[in-house]
């Protein structure tokens, strides 16, 4: 039995994707700096030196940098590898993977600059953002595999209900089951406490990437969405290849 996304949630990716894309083209061509929201924001969420704010800040920019990211993905994968849950490992380690390769593609193309007064020494070019994006793959991958689980406990007790998927044939005649029983099919990832968790990480790396003056606002949102894009798109990636591992072959 297995746990698919919701649908809208997969298909979601795909403007997402775009919009990022769209929107680092424009910035290539049309604007060197940044936006009017940017500058506003930045003068709104800006930190003073040495206060616990800034130090805050500054503790997410050291653990979501990409040392502390690779170090957090490669314990946790290995941690997975030991459970045996082969498959959280992969999906953290694919969600890495395709979160960088795609920021970096854009940092290369785009090649925004930081902001002039940076509180917080940062190199490479500015959209998107690298912390943001990592921040959002890391801790929406995990949230994924924490709500399988909680699904998974609940499909064995009967307490969901698989999707519903069109019959074979119409002759075939369906009995009434006379007892609880682990569907079969597919169910829904349903919400999990875990994705709130995520949500809060992710807002405050973004926070602490524009408090300390090392990246725009629009650089953060960038970032988040392709690392959210990252997991949703590796988690469904596994599940398809583990669901049609596990399908037997019928001969029509």
Not at 98 to 105: D, I, M, P, T, W
Not at 128 to 140: E, T, V, Y
């Amino acid at each position: 039995m297995s746990v698919r996304q919701p649908s809208w949630i997969l298909w979601s990716t795909l403007p997402a994707i775009l919009l990022v894309i769209a929107f680092g083209l424009w910035l290539r061509v049309n604007v060197s700096g940044p936006t009017t929201l940017d500058q506003h924001w930045l003068s709104l969420v800006g930190l003073e030196s040495d206060t616990v704010p800034y130090w805050v800040a500054v503790t997410l920019a050291e653990v979501g940098g990409g040392t502390g990211v690779v170090i957090c993905t490669g314990l946790l994968g290995a941690v997975f590898v030991l459970l045996r849950q082969f498959r959280s490992a992969g999906v953290l380690v694919t969600t890495m993977l395709l979160g960088v390769a795609l920021s970096e593609l854009l940092k290369a193309v785009v090649t925004r600059v930081r902001p002039s007064e940076q509180l917080y020494d940062s190199l490479g070019y500015s959209y998107p953002s690298g912390h943001s994006m990592g921040a959002a793959a890391l801790a929406l991958g995990l949230a994924f595999i924490f709500s399988r689980a909680h699904m998974l406990r609940l499909a064995e007790v009967g307490a969901v209900a698989p999707l519903a998927l069109p019959p074979e044939s119409t002759d075939e005649v369906k009995a009434v089951p006379t007892e609880i029983t682990p569907p079969l099919e597919p169910v829904v990832l349903r919400f999990h406490w875990s994705m709130l968790l995520a949500a809060v990480w992710i807002l405050l790396m973004m926070w602490s990437r524009t408090a300390l003056q090392v990246h725009w606002l629009s650089d953060t949102i960038a970032g988040a969405l392709i690392g959210i894009s990252a997991a949703v798109l590796a988690d469904e990636l596994w599940t398809w290849g583990t669901m049609r591992a596990r399908s037997p072959r019928r001969e029509r």
